[in-house]
């Protein structure tokens, strides 16, 4: 088979997030998988994903785990918060409020490349109403062929459920029932997929998520360090019982078990 490379729809540059997660919704996308001649009704959209706030969010049928990543990472944060950079705040100043001038944006970037990711479409390739000509007039014609791109072999399927020739890169989704371009996987902590349009938010939140959890970490075995070393100043007799004390300060054990 021989043919041009099908390719996804390719927003305008002014179209808004917004806009482009609605049209989805209502099926004002037009994908012309093989020519322009050959598909052109526009698709009603059918898949699993949800939109919300009247067209300014779309996630994954299981929303609901999203909103369990999001407890459980507010629970930690409160509790380093806290007790953590808060006795740090009390005790080590001023260079306690370095640390926590630190951990707030990176709060920040977490909440903000967390919601995105979870919230943006992720480039979903909306299905056709009916197969391209091509699979109409020839319904026993092979779903998979072999082209080239810039010079490279590359592999074209055809997607039964969505009616179009995938992109490259592009997979269906089957919890979300979508062809996603450029889809790495479904993420059930972000009740979405992660593909061509939130991977650089999803990449953003998986690096801030780390690297604060390696600075939460560090600065939990410096208070509890710091905290130890006063209480040996004020004259507990051995190191194990100064460390002891320092735990049941300010609640500082529950640290040792996040």
């Not at 050959?38 to 994954?60: D, F, V």
């Not at 014609?141 to 459920?161: A, D």
Request: include cysteine; charged fraction near 15%.
């Amino acid at each position: 088979h021989k043919g041009p490379v099908p390719r996804p729809p390719n927003p305008s540059a002014s179209e808004t997030r917004k806009h482009r997660i609605r049209n989805i919704r209502q099926g004002h996308l037009s994908l012309n998988p093989v020519s322009p001649a050959e598909t052109n009704t526009p698709e009603t959209y059918q898949g699993n994903s949800m939109t919300w706030c009247n067209g300014k969010a779309l996630t994954g049928p299981d929303w609901i785990n999203s909103v369990g990543t999001v407890t459980a990472m507010v629970i930690p944060l409160g509790i380093h918060y806290g007790i953590c950079l808060a006795w740090l705040c009390v005790y080590w100043s001023p260079y306690g409020y370095i640390l926590l001038a630190f951990a707030i944006p990176s709060t920040v970037v977490i909440a903000t490349s967390f919601f995105f990711a979870a919230t943006d479409d992720p480039g979903i390739i909306p299905r056709n109403s009916e197969p391209p000509r091509i699979i109409r007039e020839n319904p026993g014609i092979p779903r998979v062929f072999h082209t080239q791109m810039n010079g490279k072999p590359i592999l074209i399927k055809y997607c039964e459920t969505c009616k179009h020739w995938r992109p490259p890169r592009a997979l269906h989704c089957f919890v979300c029932n979508n062809c996603v371009e450029q889809f790495d996987h479904h993420c059930p902590y972000l009740s979405n997929c992660v593909g061509r349009r939130n991977y650089r938010m999803f990449f953003i939140f998986v690096l801030s998520a780390t690297f604060h959890l390696l600075f939460a970490i560090g600065t939990s075995a410096l208070q509890l360090y710091l905290n130890t070393k006063r209480f040996l100043d004020l004259g507990v007799p051995s190191t194990g019982e100064a460390f002891l004390q320092a735990m049941r300060f300010w609640g500082s054990a529950i640290l040792l078990v996040l």
